[in-house]
C-alpha cells in the first residue's frame, strides 16, 4: 500500500492527518479528531520511510501504551475540571479518553485487516 492510500483510509476513518519528514528516512505522521466531550485529541506516530506496515505497528503501539485513566487525570488539574471546555464530572472525562483509546483501535483494526497480512 503506498502513503496516498494509507493517509485516505486514516482521512476516511475521521482523522485530520499531516506527515513531517524526520530524515534520515523516517516520518512522523500526526493524527487529529475530536473527542465526544470536544477534546483536541492529537497522537504522531512514526514511520520509517514509506513502510507502512511500520506505521501499523507503531500505531497498535500508540493504543497499547494509551492510558485512559492518566489522559482523564492531566485534564482535571486547575484547566480542567469543568474548565475550558472539559467536562467536570471525572467519570465523563474518562468516558472521554476511553473514546479516544478507541479511536487508536478502531483506526489499527481497519488498517490491520486492511493491509497488515
Not at 494509507?6 to 475530536?34: D, H, M, P, T, Y
Not at 497522537?43 to 492510558?67: A, P, Q, R, T, W
Request: net charge negative; charged share 30%.
Amino acid at each position: 500500500m503506498s502513503v496516498k492510500r494509507l493517509l485516505k483510509i486514516i482521512e476516511q476513518q475521521g482523522w485530520n492527518v499531516s506527515i513531517e519528514n524526520l530524515g534520515k528516512n523516517a516520518k512522523c505522521v500526526e493524527l487529529q479528531r475530536f473527542t465526544p466531550a470536544g477534546q483536541d485529541f492529537n497522537i504522531s506516530v512514526e514511520m520509517s520511510g514509506n513502510d507502512v506496515k511500520s506505521f501499523i505497528h507503531n500505531l497498535y503501539e500508540c493504543y497499547d501504551s494509551y492510558d485512559p485513566d492518566y489522559e482523564a487525570y492531566l485534564w482535571i488539574g486547575e484547566d480542567g475540571h469543568g474548565k475550558n471546555g472539559a467536562p467536570y464530572h471525572i467519570k465523563d472525562i474518562v468516558e472521554d479518553m476511553e473514546a479516544a483509546e478507541k479511536y487508536i483501535l478502531d483506526l489499527y483494526l481497519t488498517l490491520e485487516e486492511k493491509y497488515g497480512k
